[in-house]
């Protein structure tokens, strides 16, 4: 396994357009994350699963943001009509379950390498 | 609400030199924290991961400290190498399974 992987690396697509995103975490990770970075910020959490359970989401993620992530596995990030205020980075991460000893993100988070969308 | 804030914003050192990144968090009751790094254009690229019960963590050249107490950890870089020039980025994990991160850091290492 070669760590997390976002397709497709960039996407240039016209306002009122949708768009998808795919994330393939790491095969053992069942906790799945979705962040949003725009220029010159940290990133900002969207929304988490834990297998195919999408267990919260920011307030960020309005109406025309959707995720998905069937059977556990990966993930799908889709906006509908997009604006050009959605045009940033947007990033997927994993990471395993806390088990035994270690407290909440004890194993840390791994992250892909990212989406970049610009709506024009 | 938690609020991370990374000091300096930027960085411009020469070749060599050591150097001190900081990082502030406003709540203290947080479980640990990660330090990652971002070249522009980039994924994140985890660097150290620093657990609720340690101090401090050290890889390589890279050595990262935390005080839970005073809301502040600090990534040490000891013989800065322009291989370094990135954007550092600290990030605090909450009891929800969320990281809120911090602005950064650019850091430009000059040969």
């Known amino acids: 396994d070669t760590g997390v992987s976002q397709n497709p690396r960039h996407k240039i697509t016209k306002r009122g357009q949708n768009v998808t995103f795919r994330c393939d975490p790491i095969s053992e990770h069942n906790r799945l994350y979705w962040y949003r970075q725009t220029l010159g910020q940290g990133p900002e959490f969207l929304t988490y699963?834990?297998?195919?359970?999408?267990?919260?989401k920011s307030r960020l993620l309005s109406d025309r943001f959707s995720a998905e992530r069937p059977k556990g596995s990966f993930s799908t990030l889709e906006i509908q009509r997009t604006e050009q205020g959605d045009s940033a980075m947007y990033l997927c991460a994993s990471s395993p379950e806390d088990r035994g000893v270690a407290s909440v993100g004890g194993y840390g988070y791994t992250f892909g390498s990212g989406t970049r969308l610009t709506v024009v | 609400k938690q609020e991370v804030t990374q000091i300096p914003a930027a960085l411009s050192v020469p070749e060599g030199e050591n150097l001190v990144l900081n990082c502030s968090f406003t709540d203290s009751a947080i479980y640990n924290l990660q330090w990652f790094r971002q070249d522009p254009g980039k994924g994140l690229t985890s660097l150290l991961l620093?657990?609720?019960?340690?101090r401090e963590q050290t890889s390589g050249r890279l050595n990262a400290s935390l005080d839970k107490s005073s809301g502040r950890s600090t990534l040490y870089i000891a013989a800065s190498q322009p291989g370094d020039s990135a954007t550092y980025l600290c990030?605090?994990?909450?009891?929800?399974?969320?990281?809120?991160f911090g602005t950064g850091t650019r850091l430009l290492v000059s040969p």
């Open positions: 620093i657990q609720s019960s340690q």
């Open positions: 699963f834990q297998n195919e359970a999408q267990l919260e």
């Open positions: 990030a605090v994990i909450t009891g929800f399974q969320k990281l809120v």
